[in-house]
């Protein structure tokens, strides 16, 4: 491979690259997506003899992205979970997630969806709005190896994360980290969005806290698979809609011209406040996982009741990449520390995943999916849940 590694900020090109001395070096040149396709590739020739995942990947190779980590400092740190609202919609715009590198987005309660945004790459100065963890964040802090940044939890999910998780790989407020220490601060002009939706992290702070626990360590996460080249018996597919009980709905659409996914929320373009650009991923995949419901957790009679997200063993998954549409199966091999998510198709080969940002919705069923081979006009789409 090249001896430079360039730096391909996830959503927005970096202007520098680093030679194996550290040095910058300008790429003033690299601004469209086309461009920056067209670096990737050059990058890549040729494509490493050695696969580019699930298992094993070349040095220097973030395997969350399949693209060069940007930086020594983005290689060494580890991988940071930041917990987001995605309900009501006036927290919308949210800051960062165009800057994460994986997303996860999950049913949190009665048809609404939280974000589990992962950062390794990029170090945004403002994440959030930061909501509270629920069960299945333990299973992805084990799948990613990582630091886990939420606002708090329910009594009872708090008595199982202090029985099954370390200590100092959590950075919350409710565990003492404040925004002097861990940069969980409030952002006062907001508070028509209402206070619980105020709290925003730094992810700079949050790595330096860890650092100074001994725990800011750079495991890595197999599972994915990449390949610039993607395979072949793709189906048509640009246009993509979700529906949580008519309270939240999401669509995705397949934009020619970026060569990537676009997102729309509730009727409306979904943007990124930090950036101002439409949140987008190169790679969509939905995952089928059994919700079952945990009664056990509160006293009987309760109102409250959690439920976990059964993100072991296999299920059925879509994968979307280029306008493309492939089927298969998610599997996660085994409970090991960075032993994540594989997506495969029936014969156990690996599909092959776009260099870049995916995001991974968690269902019920997939059969509630509409997919479609032309665009809709997404101003067709129901606008649900409560107005901002």
Known sequence: MSALLTVFSIGIVSTVSYSQSGAATPLDKLRGPGQVSAAVADFYSPWPVEPVGPLSYPSGLNPLTGLPYPSEEAQLRRNLIVKVSNWPPRVRPQNGINQADLVYEMESEGGVTRFAAIFRSNAPEKVGSVRSARLVD???LTMYAALLAYSGTSGPVRELYKARVNR???????????CEIAGFCRDETLLDRGYEHTLFGDTRQMWQSAT?????????ANGFAFDLQADAGGQPIRDIYMNWYNRTDVRWQYDEASR????YSDGLPHFDATDDMQLSADNLVMLQVAHNRRPDLFEPGAINESFEVALWGQGRALVMREGQLYKGYWRRR????????SLIYGDETPIMLKPGRTWVTVMRSLESVELSATRQDWSDTIIAGEQS
């Open 168 to 178: 100092y790989v959590l950075l919350s407020p409710s565990l003492g980290d404040n």
């Open 260 to 263: 990537r996914y676009l997102r």
């Open 212 to 220: 100074r626990r001994d725990v800011n360590i750079g495991f890595r």
């Open 138 to 140: 333990m299973e992805l």
């Open 334 to 341: 085994d409970h090991n520390r960075g032993s994540a998510i």
